[in-house]
């Protein structure tokens, strides 16, 4: 397995990281490659570098994981890992109550299910907390918008994945009037009092908009209507949606403008090529952790006591001791 | 990516299944290998052929998995699949409701965690539905004990594992003495009853005790006992339990004569080589999505009609049609 090659770290945090001020999505290249390194080489074998690069990091995402989930899972607290945030923001080193929650949205197209698959799919299915959104049932729209968000939040030392979210009644509410421009204007600040207040529960937030462009989204629903084993991923109201590009773009610049913060960031993926996007998610991710510095549980029992009984049980045999 | 080489279709279920009559666990060899064809090599070099087939079977077993979803989420029913069950027990070809049940039971050290890791893990983490089950929480035990196993249950078109499940409650329920006789011997009936009603919901359930030998699980708390990365998986109440192996391995052998049926079999997988126990679960999921024989549904929509829209919005350009 390869190594992890660059960018250096925090990087990308910093690189895809929207505003501050107005977001102009039409300035952002959806063929981009920020921060991609030299050592990726150029033209096609970009594509074969990031996949390995991605699969190296996947492994990294997984002791991370599982370095999160044991912490939640043990009485002791942490061991090795320091409790000092090493970062102002994070302020969460050594929580028990420790989670992360990465938020995926994109017009249709956009690439989603395809990084779930990829990125998520690399760490242990054990610990992954993933959960859809589609238009609001009935129950659901019978309680306020969050309602149903609240209840999908990942356990203490879960890796959450939201595909769409809340965001979605900024975005669709908006653009297609399903509620008047007070209500959804109102949103923006309910949504972010929302996120402080799940910082606050350890709940560590990377929002990303996965950005594709126009004729990269023809080209996608043209496989999508020629190809049968896809047909299923087609829906007539898609080109409804694609009518009202100019609309839903503006609609996602104001929520990212409105809604970005320390707490709860927005990036925004170029997401045309799709080894860069989840090259750019994988390492998102990986910052992310790094911030959190985990580190393995110490022991919650007496250990030299519980290998004295395992010996025991075992007979005359050896307890492997180092 | 290699080829899946052997065994002969339905061969692994056959094979592995428990029963008819009074199972004996103590018969079957935890370091043996039933199934493993001659392709496999001998000696060390196995491992090495087993884990490049559960990586290619973990293609075939996403490929499947997302059948199930694209039916479960497409309102023209199947398509290419035939609707007609190709097995006499099967019965639910082309049924939208479909869902896979994997259920995962053993002892500590079992290897439960690292089958979800390896088989689950090769699929798509979008279309899984892992449920861990530990001691029953204070609102669980005011319900009958099946009333958290149907809340866990897979939704249509999802691929679910449960990691321990309702036999706990005449495993753990049993030995430790959490119930009187007459309650735990009860439950062989409910269990049947309920696995019986989740077929009829179209829930094709596959049971799996991993079969694990009393050394090997010493072994494998010793390393549990050193490592420090691990203590996390170590609780002292292990040791209890281990010292009532033969009391468990009864109450295994009973439940699993008790409640395997054509609906909902009980198969046993020696599970002291880990890279067996992988190659023989992925087969077993693979056998079952066999009998499910399914099919991408076909378009619940006008194809021709939708291209045309698609080109008139992408102005002169030619969708790729076939």
């Not at 000092?84 to 050594?94: K, N, V, Y």
């Amino acid at each position: 397995m390869s190594d992890v090659v660059g960018p250096e770290g925090g990087q990308m945090r910093k690189l895809l990281r929207v505003g501050p001020g107005p977001v102009d999505l039409a300035a952002i290249d959806p063929r981009s490659t920020p921060g991609l390194p030299a050592a990726a080489g150029r033209g096609p074998a970009r594509k074969e570098w990031a996949r390995a690069q991605v699969e190296a990091l996947g492994a990294e995402l997984g002791r991370q994981q599982e370095m999160l989930y044991a912490n939640a899972q043990s009485a002791a607290g942490p061991g090795s890992a320091t409790s000092e945030p090493s970062h102002a923001d994070a302020g969460l080193g050594g929580d028990r109550r420790h989670r992360v929650l990465l938020v995926l949205q994109a017009m249709d197209c956009g690439g989603k299910d395809g990084t779930v698959k990829r990125v998520a799919g690399a760490m242990n299915p054990l610990g992954l907390h993933i959960r859809s959104f589609g238009p609001p049932t009935e129950e659901e729209l019978r309680h306020d918008f969050l309602w149903r968000i609240r209840r999908a939040l990942p356990p203490p030392g879960y890796v959450g994945v939201f595909n769409r979210s809340h965001y979605e009644d900024v975005l669709i509410g908006r653009v297609e009037g399903l509620v008047d421009e007070a209500t959804w204007r109102s949103r923006y600040a309910t949504i972010n009092d929302f996120e402080r207040e799940l910082t606050g529960q350890g709940v560590t937030v990377v929002k990303v908009l996965l950005h594709i462009s126009y004729a990269e989204q023809g080209e996608r629903l043209a496989e999508r209507l020629t190809d049968p084993t896809k047909y299923w991923k087609y829906d007539p109201s898609d080109l409804d949606t694609r009518d009202r590009w100019d609309d839903y773009q503006a609609a996602y610049a104001e929520a990212l403008q409105r809604c970005d913060s320390d707490a709860a960031p927005w990036f925004v993926v170029p997401a045309d090529r799709k080894w860069y996007r989840d090259w750019a998610v994988a390492h998102l991710l990986r910052e992310t952790f790094d911030r959190l510095d985990l580190g393995y549980p110490a022991a919650d029992f007496d250990v030299e006591r519980e290998r004295a009984r395992l010996q025991g049980q075992m007979g005359s045999g050896q307890v492997n001791g180092r």
